[in-house]
């Protein structure tokens, strides 16, 4: 209402309301019946002499109400109307007042398919409501043809090829050659991508000639790389990395094959462009080596086989700032990441290994596989640099007994032990990671099946031997510092 309604408003007072409904109703302005409304033409209802109401519609021209005299109703034909503001005898107005009210859109009923029938079959139908036409066996639907109007032509509206979509791709679920109408559909390519959102995204082809998602909040498809699901396991087997076997192809197939001069290191593929390594392994003599130094491979299990094909560029290699280990005794913080050049697309041989979530926990003794082509053994302590990659499954160990099995070592020689690190291992040796495994990952399976990075091969004492175990970076507590690198570069 007017302000001090039904008395007179203060003179030159500017009010605004805004009634505010959601999408599928309509709004009534109901006025009281104490004024009326006349209609007037634009020029006279543009020079209000006394007071007016003005009703803004967004994307509508605006509705001016007058303060008149005369009794009248609204002609619907015009934008512009005049309205009584019920003035009396010493020029002053009684304001106004209204009520609002909302009522759903409603859609016409459908009509009776011949061969086929509607459902649901409803007495009213609203905005957005839903139905499906089906029809009788034998039949086939087919969608009606729209066209446009243009240099009084008919033109069929058709809205084009869909986008392509990457790492996915489009089938048509019906209508014919992107015509109105026409629905389609993206797929991902899995089980190596899977949709965002977690839904294939239908599009439909509109009237104004653009491709519309079903789904409200997804602007458009996009295929996320699924981690840490391998399409091969290797048996459970718990015998001879050292004392590890042969792995199957496709088992772990984010292993990374890293050649630094004549040091044979591994890595672990995180993303489409990254790998995460250990820092010892891109450094020599203190300093990081340029991306041009590396000889980098995916998705194969053999040395030969690896050495016959191209290297994949790198184009920049990050390590961790705090690293430093000038006399091979400080590995705190050993964790660097190396940018490639060109994505690369995951298949059954090369996938993503997921990076550690809250929730992921390193539990002592939880059962790890660590991989790797370097030092292995042939049972009976001769030791050679394997052809093939290795695994081995060796449990997570308890702080404390990391800590015990460094006792003996002289202090001028003891590797510094912190939180960063954690160890894993068997109390009489035989199974272990080794030189030429480094940079390469001890990873843990959650509930779910999921494979993810715990740890990285970082550093040791004799391979093996009874009483020691091997030393992991604690990829969990780099997660943040993964994440800025990637996002950053």
């Not at 010493?90 to 086929?116: E, F, I, M």
């Not at 639907?141 to 109007?149: C, F, G, N, Q, S």
């Not at 000038?326 to 990076?355: Q, R, S």
């Not at 035989?430 to 990075?453: H, M, N, P, V, Y």
């Amino acid at each position: 209402m007017s302000p001090g309604y039904p008395n007179p408003s203060p003179d030159a007072l500017s009010c605004q309301y805004i009634i505010s409904v959601e999408s599928g109703f309509t709004l009534s302005l109901n006025f009281s019946d104490k004024f009326h409304i006349e209609s007037v033409d634009t020029e006279e209802g543009l020079n209000c002499p006394h007071h007016w109401l003005e009703v803004i519609i967004p994307g509508r021209n605006p509705m001016k109400l007058c303060g008149g005299t005369s009794p009248g109703l609204i002609n619907t034909n015009s934008n512009i109307v005049k309205l009584d503001y019920n003035i009396d005898n010493q020029g002053q107005s009684n304001g106004w007042s209204l009520d609002y009210s909302t009522h759903r859109v409603t859609c016409p009923v459908p009509g009776q398919v011949a061969k086929g029938k509607v459902t649901p079959s409803l007495t009213e139908y609203f905005y957005r409501d839903y139905i499906f036409v089906r029809c009788d066996e034998g039949y086939k639907l087919m969608m009606a043809i729209r066209y446009e109007r243009a240099n009084n032509q008919d033109k069929l509206i058709d809205c084009g090829e869909p986008e392509p979509l990457l790492n996915g791709g489009v089938n048509f679920l019906s209508g014919f050659q992107n015509q109105y109408l026409s629905v389609v559909q993206y797929h991902c390519n899995e089980p190596f991508y899977s949709p965002y959102g977690g839904n294939n995204v239908s599009l439909t082809c509109e009237a104004d000639r653009r491709w519309r998602s079903n789904h409200d909040v997804i602007l458009r498809p996009a295929c996320l790389p699924v981690c840490g699901r391998p399409t091969k396991q290797n048996e459970n087997h718990f015998q001879r990395i050292i004392g590890g076997n042969d792995a199957g192809e496709h088992t772990i197939p984010w292993q990374a094959f890293i050649n630094v001069g004549d040091s044979r290191g591994g890595g672990m593929i995180i993303a489409d462009r990254w790998i995460l390594t250990a820092a010892h392994v891109v450094m020599m003599n203190g300093q990081v080596q340029t991306p041009e130094a590396f000889s980098i491979h995916l998705g194969r299990t053999d040395v030969h086989q690896i050495l016959e094909t191209p290297s994949l560029n790198a184009t920049a290699v990050h390590v961790h700032p705090q690293y430093n280990n000038p006399n091979g005794l400080n590995y705190d913080h050993d964790i660097a990441l190396i940018k490639l050049k060109d994505p690369v697309t995951f298949e059954a041989a090369i996938m993503p290994l997921c990076l550690p979530s809250e929730d992921d926990r390193y539990d002592s003794g939880m059962i790890g596989l660590v991989s790797g082509f370097g030092i292995t053994d042939k049972g009976n302590q001769q030791r050679f640099l394997t052809n093939k990659l290795k695994y081995v499954h060796i449990p997570v160990v308890e702080q404390e007994r990391c800590s015990n099995s460094l006792k003996l070592i002289p202090r001028s020689q003891k590797p510094i032990l912190t939180d960063n690190m954690f160890c894993a291992g068997t109390p009489e040796g035989r199974k272990d990671s080794c030189q030429g495994d480094s940079g390469s990952g001890f990873t843990l399976q959650s509930e779910d099946g999921r494979f993810w990075a715990a740890g990285i091969v970082s550093w040791g004492i004799k391979c093996g031997q009874k009483g020691t175990y091997g030393f992991y970076t604690k990829v969990a507590n780099y997660v943040d510092w993964i994440n800025k690198i990637m996002r950053e570069n």
